[in-house]
């Protein structure tokens, strides 16, 4: 009798969730919807120059991270070119006014209905904000000479036809979360930074002056920050939670007990402070460039403040930018992830569920213990959050290699999104008694 030969576990996991014919459904509607995000990135906006827009976008950071949420749509200036930027915008401010004003925060506790209101404001909040982002778009890139400057019906047509797109974008995603696998918003922004890796890896390859050890101990850092930010995003700190509870049974009242607990994640602000950091260490940059003399003329204070704060310029100009870009990630974890575990409010539950944490008193004593573990904890994820924020600025400066530029935000991304389609898979097989992706 011969031995049975087993398949590797990734890829008999893969067979049995394509043998499903839900879960099938699931990820073929999924794989469907991001070819449409593909297509409609190719549909460019009348007028521009894409050969000098190209080039402008090698030189400047800024637009490069909105490219990136974008899926590469912004660098060819199509109808979908702010992404779902303006939405990801929108949710971060709803999530910082909510513990602010009551009103909203008394209608983010009315349970499902509550979240629905609150993503309805997120919804209309972010066509304003969409509309304001194409117009200074459009603007910023007419000044440069690389969209042709149109009358204003055309400009509000322009407008109109991004605002557009970026709402079609998040309802695709929307259509991902209900009918697909994963988060779609997420999905959408994965899919856009895994279509320009290929590109940017050749580039990577082809460039002559790259040497070869330099470009493996590229790839071989990469891959380590890889594992690194995988063990972060996993990484959690475990409280014990014990529950009593009365129940009624026979006529008598009996006391029951149990035991679970509650995970506090070491990276809880996920990758927001990233966002805050490089909005704030790109502004003054941004803002010198509309008072910035044009090259071959003299350099003016404008000039040197746009040097200063260049991301791609060498030591030691190089230090200020992403010195101060490690400081304020470092301070932004610190300061989103206490204002999401305020928002929780997790000894008021406790409270409430008849819980507690062993050895301590509930009420003001478990809020106290809570807030010095997650201060405690977010110093690793601060701290990894701001390593991996300067990562890309250590690869370039150690192994001397220019063509490729992986983006901070970008691997924490993919990384996470990753992470949380495998979980979303691995549930559904579970529950159908597969075995999954983890063992």
Same mark, same amino acid.
């Given at each position: ?25 699931? !990820? ?140 079609? @974008? ?13 988060? *779609? ?21 082809? %460039? ?13 850092? %990469? ?11 996993? &990484? ?14 026979? *006529? ?39 008072? %910035? ?16 704060? /260049? ?33 929780? /409010? ?13 050895? !301590? ?9 809570? /807030? ?13 959050? &701001? ?17 490729? $530029? ?5 691997? @924490? ?10 979980? $979303?898979?691995?549930? $559904? ?11």
């Amino acid at each position: 009798m011969r031995p049975r030969q087993t398949k590797p576990r990734l890829l008999r996991a893969m067979i049995d969730a394509f043998s499903l014919p839900d879960l099938r459904r699931r !990820i073929l509607i999924t794989l469907g919807i991001l070819v449409v995000f593909r297509f409609v990135a190719h549909v460019p906006v009348p007028g521009v120059d894409l050969a000098a827009l190209d080039q402008f976008f090698q030189g400047n950071a800024l637009l490069g991270m909105l490219d990136m949420f974008s899926g590469g749509a912004m660098r060819r200036f199509s109808v979908a070119a702010m992404g779902v930027y303006p939405y990801i915008t929108a949710s971060i401010i709803m999530q910082l006014l909510v513990p602010v004003i009551p009103r909203l925060q008394a209608i983010s506790q009315e349970g499902e209905t509550g979240r629905h209101k609150i993503n309805m404001i997120t919804h209309w909040l972010t066509v304003p904000m969409a509309g304001l982002a194409g117009y200074g778009q459009l603007v910023f890139l007419q000044r440069q000479g690389i969209v042709a400057t149109v009358d204003v019906l055309p400009t509000i047509a322009i407008v109109l036809s991004m605002v557009a797109g970026t709402m079609f @974008l998040i309802w695709l995603g929307e259509r991902i979360t209900e009918y697909g696998i994963g988060n *779609g918003i997420s999905i959408i922004i994965f899919g856009g930074i895994v279509a320009g890796l290929p590109q940017m890896i050749g580039q990577g390859f082809l %460039a002559r002056e790259q040497q070869f050890w330099g470009l493996a101990f590229y790839i071989l850092i %990469a891959l380590a920050t890889t594992v690194v930010i995988v063990i972060f995003t996993e &990484a959690h700190r475990r409280i014990p939670v014990q529950y009593s509870r009365s129940v009624f049974r026979g *006529g008598r009242m009996y006391k029951q007990s149990g035991s679970t607990h509650i995970p506090l994640r070491v990276n809880t602000a996920g990758m927001i402070p990233l966002i805050f950091a490089m909005s704030l260490v790109l502004f003054p940059s941004m803002i010198a460039s509309y008072f %910035a003399n044009p090259p071959g003329a003299d350099p003016n204070f404008a000039n040197i403040i746009m040097n200063l704060f /260049d991301a791609n310029a060498a030591l030691p100009l190089g230090l200020v930018y992403w010195g101060l870009f490690f400081l304020l990630t470092l301070g932004f974890a610190f300061f989103y992830t206490m204002v999401i575990f305020g928002q929780q /409010d997790l000894p008021g539950v406790l409270q409430r569920q008849g819980g507690f944490v062993p050895g !301590i008193r509930p009420g003001k004593n478990t809020k106290e213990y809570l /807030d010095k573990v997650i201060k405690h904890i977010t110093w690793a994820g601060a701290l990894f959050l &701001a390593s991996v924020a300067v990562m890309p600025f250590l690869m370039r400066e150690v192994t001397n290699v220019q063509a490729i $530029q992986l983006s901070s935000m970008g691997m @924490l991304i993919v990384v996470g999104v990753v992470l949380d389609t495998m979980k $979303q898979i691995e549930a $559904q097989l579970v529950m159908r008694r597969y075995e999954g992706f983890i063992k």
